[in-house]
């Protein structure tokens, strides 16, 4: 048997094909027990989190097997398998250990060094070990991985190198302002009461929110975290649970809003927050927009009629409006071609020439002599000089409302990134962010422990893939002693017990004597690369009977699981 994992990641696969393939509970249940109920497959454990889906599988065919789980997670995602295939990668024995104890570093998220996936491998093993669908293999990959983790985040400082998904996340919303400055006094809204959700609200508890409304589908599990977030002797921070049906009244009193649900469709339509932030434009924009009309009443100064000569506009249908510039796209809109080709010599004219001559000093106008004078000596013509039109810089107003769309698929509608007001970060927007995020030096350091881990693990997996052979081996030793001291005894009926107790410890310290130096080269030699030939070389010298060895194998197992059931997850 072999270990096989195929999956899908946001390395491989955009959040678009990532959004579509997610895995809910009911279907992760469902794909562990087909998995395993498919000819390939002994084990099978799913790991499924808002940017990967993974299907690991201990196989006896590695073709048959990348096969088989790939059509099943295409089957049980709603992908097309031809849709899906590009996407998906495939890790198999040690490469896919490697791959594991990666991922439980935190090497393959998207923010570098999160500790969270530690939860969710741990979740993932016990939902195997309660479907039955993890053996001996998995359950020693499981266990062994978290261990890894545990051990890559104590001694590095992986956990400088990045953070939760939450926390990154909220420091994208702070545009670089430090994220408990940007939360203090803020009012939060978050819509979910799930690991993630709680993990969002705890943050935004710790950064320093005045009050967190929680709003959940089950009304129970949003009263119980905001209880634990009143109750958090860590914080001071006021906490409410609200059912969804409140969501569009609570989005207009919030200022920063986190939602994580296991929603297929969206919780969040762009019509809903954008009906959320009309009228709450903050102060700064509007005295902004104030400041930007003041910039144009002082470059551009109103229009009277009779103002200016020669104008073929007719001023009169503008008389009063303020701001107005006879050079402005709005006094020539409607024009027809001929009034408007006049109008446009008229503005490079005499009239501009008016405005530029009463703007300039005598120095000024020396320095503009000569440099026309250049011109005309070096093109040979005097070129046109047109002023451009004055373009006032509107100043970008603080967003009413900062909304985090933690989801997978996603909870919050893509068009909520286009409306005024509002600042979006979701998914999409995280991993374009996480691709420039710089590495922390410690990350060598983990990758160091990750491969040391699985040389060690390797080598154990192929130790343990040969002693049942060995104690096969010995078992098979022990009945020929025995044979031969019974056959002693019926040539030797008046051997007394004495000397028959030192035969048979003779004979068995010779065989044991025979036995030890193979047995423990071999186990030496077999938890080396490729070293998984040498148990079948010493079933074939010893002509050794597969089904004993299988039946030692299997109590092995027996044992382990459950051992492992008693222990659960590290």
């Not at 390939?40 to 690991?56: D, F, G, Q, S």
Request: glycine share 8%; charged share 25%.
């Amino acid at each position: 048997m072999s270990l096989l994992v195929v999956g899908l990641s946001h390395r491989s696969a955009p959040v678009s094909v990532l959004e579509r393939a997610t895995l809910g509970a009911d279907a992760q249940i469902k794909l562990l027990q087909d998995t395993v109920a498919a000819e390939p497959a002994t084990e099978a454990a799913v790991l499924a989190t808002c940017n990967r889906i993974e299907l690991y599988a201990d196989v006896d065919k590695f073709h048959a097997g990348v096969a088989e789980l790939s059509t099943l997670l295409a089957q049980h995602s709603g992908v097309g398998l031809d849709e899906l295939t590009p996407y998906l990668y495939v890790h198999y024995e040690d490469r896919a250990v490697h791959h594991l104890f990666s991922v439980a570093c935190g090497l393959d998220s998207m923010v570098v060094g999160e500790g969270q996936i530690l939860g969710q491998i741990k979740d993932s093993l016990a939902k195997a070990q309660e479907l039955h669908s993890a053996g001996r293999l998995l359950n020693d990959l499981f266990q062994q991985a978290l261990r890894v983790g545990k051990r890559a985040h104590s001694e590095t400082g992986i956990d400088r190198a990045g953070q939760s998904l939450v926390t990154f996340g909220l420091q994208q919303l702070s545009s670089g302002t430090p994220v408990e400055a940007w939360a203090k006094g803020k009012r939060a809204l978050v819509i979910g009461a799930g690991s993630m959700s709680s993990l969002a609200a705890a943050t935004l508890a710790r950064a320093g929110v005045a009050e967190i409304v929680v709003a959940n589908r089950t009304s129970d599990r949003a009263e119980r975290l905001a209880q634990i977030i009143t109750e958090s002797p860590e914080t001071d921070v006021s906490a409410r649970a609200v059912p969804m049906e409140s969501v569009p009244f609570e989005l207009t009193r919030a200022d920063v809003t986190v939602s994580c649900t296991g929603a297929t469709g969206l919780v969040l339509t762009a019509d809903t927050v954008a009906g959320a932030v009309e009228g709450r434009v903050s102060q700064d924009a509007t005295a902004g927009r104030t400041a930007v009309k003041d910039v144009v009443r002082e470059e551009l100064p109103p229009t009277s009629v009779g103002a200016e000569d020669g104008c073929p506009l007719e001023l009169s249908a503008v008389q009063g409006s303020t701001g107005f510039s006879v050079m402005g796209e709005a006094a020539v809109a409607g024009m027809d071609a001929a009034t408007l080709e006049q109008h446009a010599a008229w503005v490079g004219g005499s009239a501009l020439d008016r405005r530029e001559a009463a703007r300039r000093t005598p120095e000024a106008e020396a320095e503009l002599i000569t440099e026309l004078a250049t011109m005309a000596a070096t093109v040979g013509r005097i070129p046109e000089r047109r002023r451009p039109e004055p373009v006032a810089q509107i100043p970008r107003p603080a967003p009413a409302l900062s909304v985090l769309d933690l989801a997978m698929p996603r909870d919050v509608d893509a068009a909520v990134h286009r409306l005024a007001g509002v600042r979006l970060v979701d998914i999409e927007s995280l991993a374009e962010a996480s691709a420039d995020a710089p590495m922390a030096a410690d990350v060598d350091a983990v990758r160091r422990i990750v491969s040391d881990e699985v040389a060690a693990f390797g080598a154990a997996l192929r130790a343990a893939h040969i002693t049942p052979t060995v104690v096969a081996l010995r078992a098979m030793a022990a009945d020929v002693v025995a044979n031969e001291i019974a056959r002693l005894d019926g040539r030797l009926p008046g051997l007394d017990d004495k000397h028959r107790a030192e035969i048979t410890q003779t004979v068995r310290r010779v065989v044991d004597k025979l036995l030890h130096a193979p047995t423990v080269r071999v186990k030496q030699l077999a938890a080396e690369p490729g070293g998984a030939g040498y148990a079948d070389a010493l079933r074939t010298l010893f002509d050794l009977d597969q089904e004993t060895v299988a039946s030692v194998s299997r109590a092995d197992e027996d044992s382990e699981n459950e051992n492992s059931k008693n222990r659960g997850p590290a």
